[in-house]
């Protein structure tokens, strides 16, 4: 997979956009959130062919500096299932130790059984943490440190 850091690109951002109110809804970012992000953190674009597939949305951990904290994640729903999640996750794992870093911080739902094996499938979950409502009422999260070195 090809990847592409994004940070002002028009397309790409709504693009983006549109894959975070397909796969989070009420949860997905918006402009106001996602064009800030993009210009002073990471957003990297995965490619099939020159078409965008995929996303990942990276920040610098500030309590774990080598770590980067993994705040969005995505592939176009209806290519789900073909192994495209899996391809991004390890391209941007390669990304991740590439520019120095040793993992990742992230949440996952307890009910995302797929994104759980997919991100153990990277790394070695070093920590986890219950956050009881951690959106609010009825939205627990999982809080993982996922180390990708020995």
């Known amino acids: 997979m090809n ?15 549109e894959q ?4 989070f809804s009420d949860g997905a970012l918006n402009s106001w959130s996602l064009v800030p992000l993009a ?8 490619f099939k062919k020159g078409v965008p597939v995929g996303y990942a949305l990276v920040l610098q951990d500030r309590g774990k500096p080598d770590f980067l904290y ?13 192994g495209l999640g899996a391809e991004l996750g390890e391209d ?6 590439k520019n120095g870093y040793s993992g990742w911080t992230l949440t996952v ?13 990277l790394g070695k979950v070093e920590e986890e943490t219950l ?5 609010g009422k009825g939205e627990d999260r999982l809080w993982w440190k996922l180390s990708f070195v020995a």
């Not at 993994?70 to 073909?82: A, C, D, P, T």
């Not at 739902?109 to 499938?121: E, F, I, P, T």
């Not at 956050?131 to 959106?135: G, K």
């Open 3 to 17: 990847l592409q850091k994004v940070d002002s690109q028009r397309d790409l951002l709504d693009w983006t956009l």
């Open 20 to 23: 975070e109110r397909e796969l």
């Open 39 to 46: 210009q002073t953190q990471i957003l990297i674009l995965g």
């Open 70 to 82: 993994l705040f969005s994640f995505g592939i176009q729903k209806h290519l789900q299932g073909q």
């Open 92 to 97: 941007l794992r390669a990304w991740t130790l």
């Open 109 to 121: 739902s307890q009910d995302n059984l797929g994104a759980r094996v997919l991100y153990k499938n």
């Open 131 to 135: 956050l009881q409502a951690h959106y």
